[in-house]
């Protein structure tokens, strides 16, 4: 019996990121049907009579890539701060003499709203140009109540402007505000008891991120934010073990937390909490890059516990500023060794778990329809090159948009 479609595109090699070794569909068909997947597979049984039809021309049909840690709505510019750097100043270092997060939180406290979302368009569509069709944004350069959901309804209201699903993160507990210097525990107390709830009852975030680290708050002040997000019905995530290990990732995986992210001194022995917990591992290469780290993630511990590993950029100002998703994709595998089909589940499947998506990143019958088509010879290309590919065609719920 033929399922009623809106639109069949034939003539494509699929890539389904459904499974976790590669898995792929040639000669191939995808059906839609009001904005999700209705059908897929070979192409001599793809429904008969949907209302349009695309050849596909032999190309590749991937899902929309998912950047799942990004810090894209700012102001200010940090470029000194990579002079420094080079000069063999560290990151703590600059921190402490009032660079880094607080020097971005001075200019975007500054910022108008109608500045943020400007600049934030213009990063947003270059990561759209590679076919990422959902961003993660989180919060975190405000530090104050107006700052704070000034980022969050910035990031939120770039869907009305661009075609693209957002989900938002409040990241208050980033870096302690010059306002509450040496007061570190007070900070916690205005992030847990005002912060948290106000945001949880307006709807600006989905999820309740910390950096835990010895320039951001301990694991006693992280333990008190994600037991208020969980208070408050929030998803939990993590920057941890990014530049000592302070066991942040076990803390947060005993929250039940969606990602643990960075990961650069995560203690391999401590790799099973993931699985237990069922988190994901977010690699984001580009601050590895650009810090000039040495130390490097725990992979192979991470594969032999089967732990899902996304890939992101961690766009942002200061120690990542890269709008290239298939650049992160190309790091993840040259700099820490991640196959390139590793690296495209990093950036769909794992991508899609670590914001708790279950309907993206993966393309079967029910799924969004949110996918591009690729000229290219396979999958791996992608992965390869870097600044090679366009996609030729992007479909965001079943809507062409390029």
Not at 233 to 238: D, E, S, T, V
Not at 351 to 373: C, I, M, T, W
Request: net charge negative; with cysteine.
């Amino acid at each position: 019996m033929s399922v009623p479609c809106d639109l069949i595109i034939y003539n494509v090699n699929i890539a389904p990121m459904k499974e976790e070794t590669a898995n792929f569909i040639n000669n191939a068909a995808i059906g839609i049907t009001e904005g999700k997947v209705t059908y897929i597979g070979d192409s001599e049984n793809a429904p008969a009579q949907p209302k349009s039809k695309i050849d596909g021309n032999g190309q590749w049909l991937l899902p929309g890539f998912i950047d799942c840690h990004t810090h894209l709505v700012h102001a200010g510019n940090r470029s000194n701060e990579f002079d420094l750097r080079l000069q063999g100043v560290s990151y703590e270092e600059i921190a402490k003499q009032g660079g880094g997060i607080n020097s971005t939180v001075s200019a975007t406290r500054d910022a108008s709203e109608a500045l943020l979302l400007d600049s934030a368009i213009k990063k947003t569509k270059r990561l759209l140009e590679e076919g990422v069709t959902c961003i993660e944004i989180k919060s975190g350069y405000g530090l104050d109540f107006d700052t704070e959901c000034k980022m969050l309804r910035v990031a939120k209201s770039i869907e009305k402007h661009l075609p693209v699903n957002i989900t938002t993160t409040y990241l208050g507990a980033h870096a302690l505000p010059p306002e509450y210097s040496n007061r570190a525990d007070d900070y916690i107390d205005f992030v847990c008891e005002t912060m948290i709830p106000h945001i949880a009852k307006e709807n600006l975030a989905d999820a309740v991120d910390v950096f835990c680290e010895s320039i951001g708050f301990s694991p006693t002040q992280c333990q008190r934010v994600f037991t208020a997000a969980q208070q408050h019905g929030l998803q939990i995530k993590a920057h941890v073990e990014q530049l000592s290990d302070l066991k942040g990732a076990v803390l947060a995986c005993e929250y039940k937390a969606h990602s643990v992210d960075h990961l650069e001194y995560l203690d391999p022995s401590d790799v099973s909490a993931l699985k237990e917990n069922n988190t994901v591992a977010v690699i984001i290469p580009g601050a590895f890059y650009y810090l000039n780290e040495k130390r490097k993630p725990p992979v192979d511990a991470l594969r032999q516990h089967r732990i899902p590993m996304a890939v992101a950029t961690d766009l942002n100002p200061g120690t990542s500023p890269i709008a290239s998703l298939l650049t992160s994709a190309n790091m993840a595998s040259v700099l820490f060794g991640l196959t390139p089909y590793e690296s495209l589940l990093g950036m769909t499947k794992h991508a899609a778990q670590a914001l708790g998506l279950s309907n993206k990143g993966q393309l079967f019958v029910g799924a969004d329809a949110d996918f591009s088509l690729w000229g290219i010879d396979h999958p791996a290309d992608l992965v390869h090159s870097i600044n090679y590919h366009r996609p030729t065609n992007i479909w965001v719920a079943g809507q062409n948009v390029r």
